[in-house]
């Protein structure tokens, strides 16, 4: 059996122990995806007590609806779509609008080959970047998130945002040029 199949068959058994209510396999997906749960959520706009409110009905709907997860897509695709659905009810209930709050991202990989200088710019970089996607509008902002950092393909955006591809095409290709308009000038000054 090659690596690749005796991983895959883990998988398999893990996603059986996890469908049959296994409490130890539900509290590994939880712990292997509540980061994932809550970027979601702060990136919708939520504060910090309305995402463990949100992430936690989002596991609870999962749990219910681990039975009829087909494996379609991704599990965590999947499960970011609820998280998604989750915290959109959550705002339309609570809230109209919000602006996305501003959440440094710390997960750039220091690089062995890299000095402290080259690291320091690349988290600088960074952080400009994920400062300006925050300022975008919501939607454009969750598609760009789900394509760049959640390494998303478009049809599992379209999906997680309940729209049509096409959209989320439209969606990105307008978020692209929004930041492409904004950091111009901050790149710009950097290089002089």
């Not at 398999?12 to 809550?38: C, H, M, P």
């Not at 750039?108 to 300006?132: L, M």
Request: hydrophobic share 40%.
């Amino acid at each position: 059996m090659s690596d690749n199949e005796w991983k895959q068959q883990q998988k398999d058994n893990w996603l059986r122990l996890l469908k049959s209510g296994d409490q130890q396999a539900f509290a590994e997906f939880i712990d292997n995806y509540k980061e994932t749960v809550f970027l979601c959520c702060r990136r919708l706009g939520l504060g910090e007590h309305e995402v463990e409110d949100v992430a936690g009905e989002t596991f609870l709907a999962a749990y219910r609806g681990l039975s009829r997860y087909a494996g379609q897509a991704e599990l965590s695709t999947w499960l970011w779509s609820i998280a998604y659905r989750q915290a959109i009810s959550f705002l339309r209930k609570n809230r109209r609008y919000r602006q996305l709050e501003t959440e440094p991202d710390d997960r750039i990989a220091d690089d062995d080959r890299k000095g402290p200088t080259a690291v320091a710019e690349s988290r600088e970089t960074e952080r400009i970047v994920w400062a300006a996607v925050d300022q975008l509008p919501r939607l454009w902002a969750m598609a760009v998130i789900l394509f760049y950092r959640e390494q998303k393909s478009v049809a599992d955006i379209a999906k997680i945002m309940n729209t049509k591809e096409n959209t989320v095409k439209t969606y990105l290709f307008r978020g692209r040029e929004r930041l492409k308009t904004a950091l111009t000038p901050a790149f710009s000054e950097n290089r002089t």
